[in-house]
């Protein structure tokens, strides 16, 4: 059984270094208060994602190469084509799912294995700005593709379900 990988973008901001918080906020809603580069407004409420549990590594990544961001922009641009090319007209939203996963959760060579989902990520979210190698490293099961702008996490895919049935017993 294949599941999608997890593919999670964070960008960090400075802040007041007393404000204490620790919430996930909608991008859209995140905004300056003023001209003040380090002043944001916070929502109220904040959200509560299903993503919001998983918790990638906050040391022990070790370097695994670059990744130029003219290949990333490049590749989520394909990614974006191959996604409305598979589209049959009027879709329902399990064939929409179906689709994205399989395109943006797909293993790509260029992406040195990582899924062509966090090319699309650091696309849709601008991290990709110019002529940048973004820098990839590894901790375990987690990825990371750090640009100026933010950085891309991945891990997986996850294998879940029941294994292949292995012969026990004694040797023959």
């Not at 598979?86 to 399989?102: F, I, K, L, Y």
Request: net charge negative; with cysteine.
């Amino acid at each position: 059984m294949r599941s999608t990988p997890t593919v999670l973008a964070l960008r960090a901001l400075p802040v007041d270094p007393e404000l204490v918080c620790d919430l996930v906020v909608e991008a859209p809603l995140l905004v300056a208060a003023s001209d003040d580069d380090c002043a944001i407004v916070l929502p109220e409420v904040a959200v509560s994602p299903s993503w919001a549990g998983v918790a990638p590594p906050r040391g022990s990544w070790e370097a695994a190469g670059t990744i130029e961001a003219s290949v990333l922009a490049a590749r989520a641009q394909y990614g974006i084509a191959a996604v409305a090319e598979a589209m049959p007209a009027d879709p329902g939203e399990d064939v929409v799912r179906t689709v994205r996963a399989s395109v943006w959760g797909a293993p790509d060579e260029q992406l040195a294995g990582l899924p062509l989902g966090a090319a699309f990520a650091a696309f849709a979210l601008g991290f990709i700005v110019g002529e940048e190698d973004a820098r990839l490293l590894t901790s375990g099961p987690w990825s990371r593709l750090t640009l100026t702008r933010g950085h891309i996490l991945v891990r997986g895919p996850q294998r879940l379900g029941l294994g292949p049935v292995h012969r026990t017993g004694p040797a023959v």
